[in-house]
């Protein structure tokens, strides 16, 4: 399983890539004007010189035109820019055009299976289901990820991956890796929040006082 992070904070993508287990970055609109950054090209550029996986980079507009020519120029800041469209028709176009002309495309924004579909015939790489905020409404965002991952694995023709997206912790990607997801896109906490469990620590601290207790010498 691929492991992205869900973020613009190019400190938090620093901290984490240096864990040696950040295979890609994902940023959204909201995800950027959170990092305070201004300059939204230069931003791109930083963060895909951090991490040598998958980038992906949103475009902001809505009609397929501006959105094709908004993407072209996002994929030509790095060689792993992956663009960002939503599930729209005309974000569809423009990922079927991206894809074609050899582009990464990260389709956004999904919601049901059927659009997940219509992502993978548009030739996609990635599809990013939102479990995070289907479950926030009462739905079941990870009972998404089972029908997506199952159409997918009927159709060899379809190469798409199934990003899950809108992670709210740990057991959201636990429950994806077990579903067969390619990647799930992690706020920074999240991953911090899967390193850590009380019994290591406390079992590692229990290691390190009988060690020194013993005396033992190591050399
Ligand atoms: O960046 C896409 C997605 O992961 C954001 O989800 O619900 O945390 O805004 P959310």
């Not at 992502?119 to 995070?132: D, E, I, L, N, R």
């Not at 990870?142 to 159409?151: E, N, P, R």
Request: net charge neutral; glycine share 8%.
């Amino acid at each position: 399983m691929k492991f992205f992070l869900d973020t613009a904070d190019l400190d938090a993508i620093r901290e984490l890539s240096a864990t040696g287990l950040v295979d890609g970055v994902t940023t959204n609109p909201s995800l950027v004007a959170k990092s305070g950054h201004k300059d939204f090209i230069s931003l791109v550029r930083a963060i895909a010189a951090l991490v040598p996986g998958p980038v992906s980079a949103e475009v902001t507009a809505s009609e397929a035109e501006p959105m094709l020519a908004q993407g072209r120029a996002l994929a030509s800041l790095a060689p792993n820019i992956a663009v960002k469209v939503p599930l729209t028709p005309a974000g569809l176009r423009v990922c079927k055009t991206l894809s074609a002309e050899g582009v990464k495309v990260n389709v956004t924004l999904c919601f049901s299976a059927a659009q997940a579909i219509l992502a993978a015939k548009a030739g996609a790489t990635f599809v990013s289901p939102f479990v995070g905020r289907l479950d926030d409404i009462g739905e079941d965002g990870m009972s998404l990820i089972a029908d997506i991952v199952t159409i997918f694995k009927a159709y060899p023709a379809f190469t798409t991956e199934v990003l899950v997206a809108s992670v709210r912790g740990p057991a959201h990607v636990v429950a994806a890796a077990k579903l067969g997801a390619h990647v799930a896109t992690l706020p920074p906490s999240t991953l911090r929040q899967m390193f850590a469990h009380p019994l290591t620590t406390s079992g590692l601290a229990q290691f390190t006082a009988d060690w020194e207790k013993a005396g033992i010498r190591e050399g």
